[in-house]
T-cell receptor
Framework: RKEVEQDPGPFNVPEGATVAFNCTYSNSASQSFFWYRQDCRKEPKLLMSVYSSGNEDGRFTAQLNRASQYISLLIRDSKLSDSATYLCVVTVYNFNKFYFGSGTKLNVKP | GAVVSQHPSWVICKSGTSVKIECRSLDFQATTMFWYRQFPKQSLMLMATSNEGSKATYEQGVEKDKFLINHASLTLSTLTVTSAHPEDSSFYIC??????????FGPGTRLLVL
């Protein structure tokens, strides 16, 4: 079983839509959680960390559910510029191991 | 956050040659750097953890004699793909762990082996 699993998508949504992605992780000892954004042929860039209490940054909201071992990302009022692949990242073992999901592709259309 | 650079950004080489990729942490002293590889439409896969002043730690299935890692200073790690073959063609990315355990990635190096 993979450490981190994501629905690869693609999610095709119109501008202004609200879209949510989930990411499940298998190791209950996972310590930190992040969402990264990767544009085509570019390196991943940090979008936001995911805290136990959840966190919000503008149109983006991240949640952590430890009991069910998943994290989520909600994007409200989607913009064309939100089109990208969203990677969830999980760390274990004192942050010496980082595990990436395979990414969820989002296409926001006019 | 940390600023990370990589050089070269892309390289095309003949099969059998060796290619060296540099990863520099520009504003952060990094005792540990990470090397990843990403094939098209796939996730980043950790190849190895580069440790300053000591041997790198390789992930299962990654040949240490094929992918030589040197971390000679707190700001520089190099990955050398020895005797490259077409199946080594990939996107190689390094990263540094910054504050709050976030990873900061270099811009990546695209390797094409003909």
């Amino acid at each position: 079983r993979k450490e981190v699993e994501q629905d690869p998508g693609p999610f095709n949504v119109p501008e202004g839509a609200t879209v949510a992605f989930n990411c499940t992780y298998s190791n209950s000892a996972s310590q930190s959680f992040f969402w990264y954004r990767q544009d085509c042929r570019k390196e991943p860039k940090l979008l936001m960390s995911v805290y136990s209490s959840g966190n919000e940054d503008g149109r983006f909201t991240a949640q952590l559910n430890r009991a069910s071992q998943y994290i989520s990302l909600l994007i409200r009022d989607s913009k064309l510029s939100d089109s990208a692949t969203y990677l969830c990242v999980v760390t274990v073992y004192n942050f010496n191991k980082f595990y990436f999901g395979s990414g969820t592709k989002l296409n926001v259309k006019p | 956050g940390a600023v990370v650079s990589q050089h070269p950004s892309w390289v095309i080489c003949k099969s059998g040659t060796s290619v060296k990729i540099e990863c520099r942490s520009l504003d952060f002293q990094a005792t540990t750097m990470f090397w990843y590889r990403q094939f098209p439409k796939q996730s980043l896969m950790l190849m190895a953890t580069s440790n300053e002043g000591s041997k790198a730690t390789y992930e299962q299935g990654v040949e240490k004699d094929k992918f030589l890692i040197n971390h000679a200073s707190l700001t520089l790690s190099t990955l050398t793909v020895t005797s490259a073959h077409p199946e080594d063609s990939s996107f190689y990315i390094c990263s540094v762990t910054g504050r709050q355990e976030t990873q900061y990635f270099g811009p990546g190096t695209r390797l094409l082996v003909l």
